[in-house]
């Protein structure tokens, strides 16, 4: 049976991490809500998945994984459940835990690189709060960029230089990529300049898409692009 992934259809968002790892893995899964109506799918079945009174556990919010009966929501979650599943953790339960432990720190950044563009409220409109943007983000751009990205090369320097867990791939080294990648689309040149200093992690972000699933994936019609409804949005003003 596919796995079902429950997302926005329009934006990258959280559901990407996700995505990125099953498409690595060549998994066999279904993004509902980018499906045809015809076929059940689409985004009133994402509405109607959401608003079903009869899951007992409900999630706050997507991204869902449905895997037969078993429901999982949260990004880091959602990841620690496919990570043996697909091949992309270690078999040591120390391994997974760190693994997790890395993932849970992509979710911090994620969420400070969100609050940039809206640091009073998700129910503002970016405009509503440009001066609070304009004093997030220099502090994002300014602090928080280059301490994250230290950490992350630190973890490398100390593994094996290429990869954040054992000798191979997990979803953590994925998902990084992801991040920076994202960070280099919103800051462009925040994010340049602190991968300068973090040889380590920009060499990781330039060899996780030749894998050749994630190749194909990323030049496919499936990488919805960058855009100014997702987590990362592009305001050149901060970027200052």
């Known amino acids: ?32 809500a980018r499906g045809s109506e015809a076929d059940g799918q689409g985004i009133g079945a994402l509405t109607r998945f959401l608003e079903d009174p009869s899951i007992p556990r409900p999630a ?8 037969g009966d078993t429901l999982v929501g949260q990004t880091a979650a959602i990841l620690l459940y496919l990570g043996p599943r697909l091949g992309l953790v270690g078999d040591a339960e120390a391994d997974r835990i760190w693994t997790h432990q890395i993932q849970l720190t992509i979710a911090d950044v ?3 690189a969100h609050d940039t563009h809206h640091p009073i409220a998700v129910s503002l409109a970016y405009e509503e709060q ?3 943007a304009a004093r997030r983000a220099q502090a994002f751009r300014r602090d928080r960029i280059p301490e994250f990205l230290a950490w992350f090369e630190h973890i490398l320097d100390r593994n094996d230089g290429r990869h954040l867990v054992g000798d191979r791939v997990t979803y953590a080294d994925l998902s990084l990529f992801q991040l920076v990648d994202g960070l280099l689309y919103a800051f462009p ?4 300049a602190a991968l300068a200093a973090s040889p380590k992690v920009a060499s990781l972000h330039g060899a996780i898409p030749e894998r050749p699933r994630l190749a194909a994936y990323l030049a496919s019609p499936r990488r919805i692009p960058f855009n100014q409804q997702g987590i990362f949005r592009r305001y050149p003003e901060l970027d200052a």
């Open 1 to 32: 049976m596919a796995y079902e992934l429950h997302y926005w259809p329009m934006l990258q968002g959280r559901g990407e991490f996700v995505r990125l790892a099953l498409e690595d893995a060549g998994a066999d899964y279904v993004d509902v």
């Open 60 to 67: 706050f919010a997507p991204p869902v994984l449905r895997d």
């Open 110 to 112: 994620v969420a400070e």
């Open 130 to 132: 440009k001066p609070e």
């Open 189 to 192: 040149k925040a994010a340049a």
